[in-house]
């Protein structure tokens, strides 16, 4: 079945920190760009990091620029976002997507362009 399975969130305190992981089956990430969205109550859904296949450029939304690195491990078919010095508006459920586009040819935050999606991880940021 293909697919993509976030994992990693839960409950923690400003300044902690969380590593999310985007798991694939049924296809092989190499040749996918990856991005990261997150949608907090209310609001509507953003961009926030991803990262191309290949040379493994990397983008981030300026808000979490800092703190937050993507990174991933195709040998396990897994992406990755590191969250640090967590804020209470980092409070979302957090998406990966997947990007069908050119092998190594960057990465980009438009969910239009995105044409597979996991359901997503919790992510709540509280003291």
């Known amino acids: 079945q293909v697919q993509l399975v976030e994992s990693g969130g839960g409950l923690v305190q400003p300044g902690g920190s969380l590593r999310l ?8 990430l ?6 990261w969205f997150r949608q907090a109550p209310g609001k509507e859904r953003e961009g ?5 296949s290949g040379d ?3 983008y ?3 808000s979490v620029k800092g703190r937050f690195a993507v990174s991933r491990d ?3 078919n897994r992406v990755y ?3 640090n010095v967590l804020k209470p508006e980092d409070t979302a459920v957090y998406y990966c997507a997947r990007e069908p586009r050119d092998y190594g040819s960057g ?3 438009e969910d239009y362009d995105m044409d597979l999606w996991g359901k997503g991880t919790l992510v709540t940021v509280s003291s």
């Open 60 to 62: 981030y939304e300026d």
């Open 74 to 76: 195709d040998a396990k």
């Open 48 to 52: 926030v990091a991803c990262i191309s």
């Open 30 to 35: 190499d040749y996918y760009a990856v991005a």
């Open 107 to 109: 990465c980009q935050l």
């Open 81 to 83: 976002l590191q969250m």
């Open 21 to 28: 992981s985007c798991a694939a089956s049924g296809f092989s």
């Open 56 to 58: 493994g450029s990397l």
